[in-house]
Nanobody, 123 residues
Framework: QVQLVESGGGSVQSGGSLRLSCAAS????????MGWFRQAPGKEREGVAA??????TYADSVKGRFTISRDNAKNTLYLQMNSLKPEDTAMYYC??????????????????WGQGTQVTVSS
């Protein structure tokens, strides 16, 4: 059974940084696509960043501030988040999937999801 376990969330002030980690139960090499999504209260889950076949994609709202990386040797996906803003406050989810088609930040192209880690940014 596939398991994705996120960690690294927390509370920071505006301008601060956090690094999220997602530990996969199996080899991350098995996944054609892996990504980070977030969901704020009352809003839909949205794609933040993804790595698909070695290429990275970012939502416009996080470009230049967030960096996604994938360490296949450690079976771990990371999201480095710098210059955090209050609007980044959300539950952050790790996702993985094997689809070759579909947008990198399209939620429905991912098959497996973690339980989420909360990120809260105060002004």
């Amino acid at each position: 059974q596939v398991q994705l376990v996120e960690s690294g969330g927390g509370s920071v002030q505006s301008g601060g940084s956090l690094r999220l980690s997602c530990a996969a139960s199996g080899s991350t090499r098995n996944w054609f696509r892996m990504g980070w999504f977030r969901q704020a209260p009352g809003k839909e889950r949205e794609g933040v960043a993804a790595v698909v076949s070695g290429s990275t994609t970012y939502a416009d709202s996080v470009k230049g501030r967030f960096t996604i990386s994938r360490d296949n040797a450690k079976n771990t996906l990371y999201l480095q988040m710098n210059s955090l803003k209050p609007e980044d406050t959300a539950m952050y989810y790790c996702a993985a999937g094997g689809r070759y088609d579909g947008g990198a930040l399209t939620r429905t192209t991912y098959d497996y999801w973690g339980q989420g880690t909360q990120v809260t940014v105060s002004s």
